[in-house]
């Protein structure tokens, strides 16, 4: 079974955005809530989630251009400044002119910069162990490895099953969660043809800081963070909380990076009581 078939399901869809076909499913009814998943990820860190969330909103999560299904974006260009214009341009093909979004990691990084060059798009924001202060001594283990200058030309040959077990350890605290099942599941979409060059020029972009501009957030904003995240240090949860206005933080004791997938029941009725609020 090839990737197409084990990781789409009767809600997958697919479009075209300046070329490139991208995988994205719509699950639920009710007020719009985007998910963005984070690097070396996909739309499905985010089943449980839908799950829980799909009989209160209408749930449109994707996978980012160069991950899961999507194809890479032309020129390998992943600044943060085209990232955002393809998610502009992704909403904008469904029609949504406004909607909550909920950003883990990477993916977080981009929501929050949306809330800043786009308030009039954003109801709600949602921080999920989120990227975007820029750290060099916190960097985590696969950027690391794709910012070595040999390690990184050969990424598609480095990237191994348990390799990406290692990762897996590191993002979650409970590691009964690490399963065979999971471990194929990332190693079957980032070692997709052209996901190991899109992280790579991911990886190594040339980023400048704009956390500056985070006192410019207009949207209401959750933020929410395991306690023992080894990728994006609970410091960075509270900076977030003292740099955004109207902004609440929810630390999660006991929970690595991906609140979401280790804890979705909790988190999930976290995030319904703030959409409602």
């Known amino acids: 079974m090839n990737c197409l078939q084990k990781y789409t399901n009767d809600d997958s869809r697919f479009l075209v955005i300046d070329g490139s076909l991208v995988h994205y499913r719509v699950e639920g009814a009710g007020e719009p809530l985007l998910l963005i998943h984070g690097a070396f990820s996909s739309l ?10 799909s009989g209160s ?3 449109i999560r994707l996978d980012l251009p160069g991950f ?5 974006m032309d020129g390998y260009d992943y600044s943060i400044k085209a990232l955002v214009k393809f998610m502009t341009r992704f909403m904008d093909q469904l029609g949504i002119q406004k909607c909550s979004i909920a950003g883990s990691s990477l993916g977080g990084w981009l929501a929050w910069e949306m ?7 954003v109801e709600k924001l949602v921080l999920i ?13 696969p950027f690391k490895m794709a910012r070595t200058p040999v390690l990184g030309k050969v990424m598609k040959y480095a990237i191994k099953k ?3 077990r290692k990762f897996l350890n590191q993002v979650f605290v409970d590691q009964k969660q690490v399963t065979d099942e999971l471990v194929d599941r990332y190693y079957d979409l980032i070692s ?6 899109a992280f790579h020029a991911l990886a190594n972009g040339k980023y400048k800081s704009r956390s500056n501009k985070l006192k410019d957030i207009t949207a209401p904003t959750l933020i929410m963070w395991g306690e023992e995240d080894a990728w994006v240090p609970i410091e960075n949860g509270y900076w977030f909380q003292v740099c955004i206005p109207n902004s609440q933080l929810i630390v999660y004791e006991g929970v ?20 409602k609020s």
Not at 44 to 53: E, G, Q
Not at 129 to 139: K, R, W
């Open 129 to 141: 162990s989120s990227a975007g202060f820029m750290e060099e001594q916190n960097i985590p283990l």
């Open 192 to 197: 997709r043809a052209g996901n190991p060059e």
């Open 57 to 59: 909103h209408q749930i």
């Open 256 to 275: 690595g990076h991906i609140p979401m997938e280790e804890i979705p029941e909790r988190t999930a009725r976290d995030l319904r009581k703030f959409l």
């Open 115 to 121: 809330a800043i060059s786009k308030p009039d798009r």
């Open 44 to 53: 499905h860190t985010f089943d449980k989630w839908s799950k829980a969330l």
């Open 68 to 72: 899961g299904l999507s194809d890479s």
């Open 162 to 164: 348990n390799v990406l």
